[in-house]
């Protein structure tokens, strides 16, 4: 579903235009603090992953959301799902990042919750989560995904989680 509407947030495809909020967010050490790619370096490795985004919704006619408060039109966070390959299958990658100043407030799991919504009956959805990742393993766990395994992911241990 390209835009989904929860209690508070709306969830809808990302567009060219999210670029300064796609890079304005993964350029922030704090939100990448998890990530082993680090934040992004530069504006044109934003581009590269909005762009690769853009083509999941095109392809597949699913990919990650922009999440902007009902009412408002700033971008706080990125999440949903993509077909991806995790561990040498074919899955439905869960995503989450937001803002420093969306933390704290139940979105990511609200976000969470929505997409495993729109994930029923499309595949496996899972979630790989840096194993040092806490505040992203609770969310999960929240939203009632469970730990499967521990595999490398990005040249460090991940934990997969399963809907």
Same mark, same amino acid.
């Given at each position: 579903?390209?835009?989904?509407?929860?209690?508070?947030?709306?969830?809808?495809?990302?567009?060219?235009?999210?670029?300064?909020?796609?890079?304005?967010?993964?350029?922030?050490?704090?939100?990448?603090?998890?990530?082993?790619?680090?934040?992004?370096?530069?504006?044109?490795?934003?581009?590269?992953?909005?762009?690769?985004?853009?083509?999941?919704? +095109?392809?597949?006619?699913?990919?990650?959301?922009?999440?902007?408060?009902?009412?408002?039109?700033?971008?706080?966070?990125?999440?949903?799902?993509?077909?991806?390959?995790? +561990?040498?299958?074919?899955?439905?990658?869960?995503?989450?990042?937001?803002?420093?100043?969306?933390?704290?407030?139940?979105?990511?799991?609200?976000?969470?919750?929505?997409?495993?919504?729109?994930?029923?009956?499309?595949?496996?959805?899972?979630?790989?989560?840096?194993?040092?990742?806490?505040?992203?393993?609770?969310?999960?766990?929240?939203?009632?995904?469970?730990?499967?395994?521990?595999?490398?992911?990005?040249?460090?241990?991940?934990?997969?989680?399963?809907?």
């Amino acid at each position: 579903m390209e835009v989904v509407q929860t209690a508070r947030m709306l969830l809808s495809r990302v567009t060219a235009d999210d670029l300064p909020a796609v890079h304005e967010l993964h350029s922030d050490p704090r939100t990448s603090v998890y990530s082993p790619a680090g934040p992004s370096p530069d504006l044109e490795s934003s581009r590269a992953m909005l762009d690769l985004w853009l083509a999941d919704w +095109d392809e597949r006619g699913l990919g990650y959301w922009a999440v902007r408060l009902l009412g408002e039109t700033r971008v706080i966070g990125f999440g949903g799902l993509r077909r991806a390959i995790v +561990d040498r299958g074919e899955v439905l990658n869960l995503y989450y990042r937001f803002r420093p100043s969306a933390w704290g407030h139940g979105y990511a799991l609200e976000l969470v919750e929505a997409a495993l919504r729109v994930g029923e009956g499309l595949g496996q959805v899972v979630a790989v989560i840096r194993d040092t990742n806490a505040p992203s393993r609770r969310v999960a766990e929240r939203a009632g995904m469970r730990k499967d395994r521990t595999i490398p992911y990005g040249g460090v241990p991940s934990d997969v989680y399963v809907a």
